[in-house]
């Protein structure tokens, strides 16, 4: 484990998404970063909440296992499953990726609460989400006291003191493994749920079928979604978020508001320099034209390169509008020092091209 953590430091290239989710990279491209991104920027925390949310029940479902007070039937079957799990890592990743042992413990697990399904008395028609399809039939929303639920999200750190089932939080019992393989269902598969990620028919229906008519929870059954969403977000949130964050440190307001602040800098200056030279001024006088030409050009050229070479020769990253982080991760350091070397070199030479000519220009008195 120590080896798979000290891997980032060796890395000379940009991480992948896999690194990212594994939590094995540093900022500005750890996964706080990535969660921001897709936030303010994709618009599109969802489909990475419920990527995480689908990641994280074979361990809820362990612990459901480890509970003295699940079917007392399974308890034997139980022990054996838990026995030749080993334990769960956090690695990151599609069901397809190549780790064979972690794939292995995923279809134990399942293979065993599908064959437990057998025992037990769920029944399609009294699942949470057979009671939530009638009421979207009705019209009515699934909703306490008629307000609408929080938007929950897999970085908050609020713990609830009861489980979907009802139970209290310290238990996790068999119901409570159908009830969140329900709950992730009408939060984020069904049309019109409240998170909804866009997916294929074909996989929303699949999913439906296995949870409402075929009364399956183990881990599995949310293996397409999980694929296809992974897939999604490789394709395309990924590489934006490394454009955004290992080739620049600036976040769209900062850009925003460097371009306007830039382009009134050049302005003035413009119109300082032609007043001057048509009134004849002296050069000492026309030299404080300096510092409205150095603001504008490198307000804009930050603009241009999405990236603040200042900041990025200092070891910032900005993450939210005025907000820095740390340059930790060592690859993205190097190649943003290079980059902010680059524009700082190409400011300055137009810099002082400008300023040379507005300065020296003969003068002429209109």
Request: overall charge neutral.
């Amino acid at each position: 484990m120590a080896t798979h953590r000290q891997f980032h430091a060796v890395r000379d290239r940009l991480p992948t998404l896999y690194e990212v989710l594994a939590r094995d990279t540093k900022p500005p491209v750890d996964l706080f970063s990535f969660y921001i991104y897709m936030r303010d920027q994709q618009r599109a925390v969802d489909y990475l909440d419920f990527w995480w949310v689908s990641l994280s029940r074979p361990r809820f479902v362990l612990i459901a296992l480890e509970t003295p007070d699940l079917e007392k039937t399974g308890s034997k079957r139980s022990s054996y499953v838990l026995d030749h799990m080993g334990e769960i890592n956090d690695h990151a990743g599609p069901s397809t990726e190549p780790n064979q042992e972690e794939k292995l413990k995923d279809q134990s697990l399942s293979a065993f609460l599908r064959q437990d399904n057998g025992t037990s008395n769920h029944s399609p028609q009294s699942s949470l989400g057979s009671q939530q399809s009638a009421m979207r039939a009705s019209g009515d929303r699934p909703l306490a006291g008629g307000e609408r639920l929080p938007r929950p999200s897999f970085m908050s750190r609020d713990s609830p003191t009861r489980t979907d089932s009802g139970s209290p939080a310290h238990t996790v019992t068999r119901a409570d493994i159908r009830a969140s393989a329900e709950k992730i269902l009408y939060t984020y598969l069904l049309p019109g749920s409240e998170r909804e990620v866009m997916l294929p028919q074909g996989i929303v229906q699949q999913i439906t079928t296995s949870i409402e008519e075929e009364g399956r929870d183990d881990p599995e059954v949310f293996d397409s979604a999980k694929d296809y969403t992974f897939q999604a977000m490789e394709r395309d949130a990924f590489p934006g978020f490394l454009r955004a964050k290992a080739l620049g440190n600036l976040v769209p307001p900062s850009l925003f508001l460097r371009l306007v602040l830039g382009l009134i800098s050049l302005t003035a200056a413009l119109w300082a320099g032609f007043t001057l030279i048509f009134l004849d001024a002296p050069r000492r006088l026309r030299a404080w034209e300096i510092f409205p030409f150095t603001i504008g050009i490198y307000l804009l050229f930050s603009h241009q390169y999405h990236l603040d070479p200042i900041l990025a020769l200092v070891g910032l990253s900005e993450y939210t509008f005025f907000n820095f982080s740390r340059l930790e991760e060592p690859y993205v350091r190097k190649l943003l020092t290079k980059r902010a070397l680059m524009a700082l070199l190409v400011t300055i030479i137009v810099g002082v091209a400008v300023i040379v000519l507005f300065i020296f220009v003969p003068g002429y008195r209109l």
